[in-house]
């Protein structure tokens, strides 16, 4: 079929692994099928596959982000209340590539802006967990029926959190200076071609100079898990048989920061060596949406209260999405 050749060749890059391969075993003299061999290939292989992804990818996506800057996205959003309102928040998360941390002061521009709270915490939540790039990223890993899940119970669980905070009224609890901040009522400067190709490989040196570290810190435990711990150990520890693997997997993540694209590679070998599927992603979904980092900074423009109502919601909906794709994972793979 063309659609899996495309998807063979475009996504998963069975070129890139096939030279990696003649690097790794002509020039290093090493075999795959051993360790050191198996984890060199596992490394240069992921990190330049998730580079060339990450660079396009961030490259088309920022092209067209450069349509909508904040200005125009906040008279869109405000056009919309209730659970509509949530969904698009949602939904405009999916198409910001920034990581929790960076996804704050957005969120910040949105609130003091008049948005609904409801709203902006949708698109906080779904901004880290879900977008393009690291859907694609997923199915060149994983494939599309776990990417195209992924993405759903992603959107699902930031209109959730979303619409139960609206639900609670927790206003109050936004420290006062988010809502003094107002924005300033300007449309937006009409960008040439040039200008906008520019912006977006801006977006790409500054999205990759901000990533680059936690993409070799995660394809290098990923390799370390893929080719030197024993799976026995693993599944000791996270096998699919243990009830509490999704449950330590989530609390582990959330002290870590890293980028989606960091913990890819660690969500794939965990998988490989026999870890449940929805035990990996627990865990990617904790270090992205979950992270000190980021929980830290929300604490400057939230209460104590409802920075625990926001931990709390995510947390349980992380845990129910693990328990859920550990049940029904091996339809989707």
């Not at 050749?5 to 990696?20: A, F, H, P, T, Y």
């Not at 982000?65 to 125009?72: C, L, W």
């Not at 927790?170 to 003094?180: C, H, T, W």
Request: hydrophobic residues 55%; positive net charge; aromatic residues 12%.
């Amino acid at each position: 079929m063309v659609f899996e050749w495309l998807n063979n060749q475009l996504l998963r890059m069975e070129w890139l692994s096939n030279l990696v391969k003649l690097l790794v075993e002509n020039v290093f003299g090493l075999n795959i099928q051993d360790r050191w061999g198996g984890g060199l290939h596992f490394f240069i292989y992921d990190v330049i596959k998730i580079f060339i992804l990450l660079a396009v990818l961030i490259f088309l996506i920022s092209y067209i982000q450069s349509f909508f800057p904040p200005e125009r996205t906040k008279k869109i959003l405000g056009r919309f209340n209730g659970i509509s309102g949530n969904i698009l928040g949602a939904l405009l998360g999916t198409v910001t590539p920034f990581c929790s941390c960076s996804s704050i002061p957005l969120f910040i521009g949105f609130t003091s802006a008049g948005l609904p709270i409801g709203v902006t915490f949708s698109f906080l939540i779904s901004s880290p967990l879900v977008d393009l790039a690291s859907v694609l990223l997923l199915a060149s890993i994983f494939n599309w029926r776990i990417a195209i899940a992924y993405v759903i119970v992603g959107l699902i669980l930031a209109v959730i959190g979303g619409t139960v905070i609206s639900k609670a009224k927790l206003e109050k609890y936004v420290e006062p200076f988010v809502f003094g901040n107002k924005m300033l009522e300007i449309e937006p400067e009409q960008l040439t071609t040039w200008e906008r190709l520019d912006f977006a490989k801006d977006q790409v040196r500054d999205i990759v100079r901000r990533v680059w570290v936690y993409i070799l810190i995660g394809v290098g435990i990923g390799a370390a898990i893929h080719n030197f711990i024993p799976e026995n150990m693993i599944s000791l520890l996270l096998g699919q048989d243990k009830w509490y693997s999704v449950l330590l997997a989530t609390l582990v993540g959330v002290p870590m920061y890293a980028d989606i694209f960091g913990t890819l590679p660690i969500a794939e070998a965990l998988v490989a060596k026999g870890v449940g599927l929805g035990t990996a992603l627990s865990f990617m979904m904790a270090v992205t949406a979950l992270s000190l980092p980021s929980l830290i900074m929300l604490k400057k423009v939230v209460k104590m209260k409802l920075l625990i109502i926001f931990a709390g919601i995510v947390t349980i909906g992380i845990l129910i999405i693990g328990y859920t794709f550990n049940v029904l994972g091996y339809l989707l793979v």
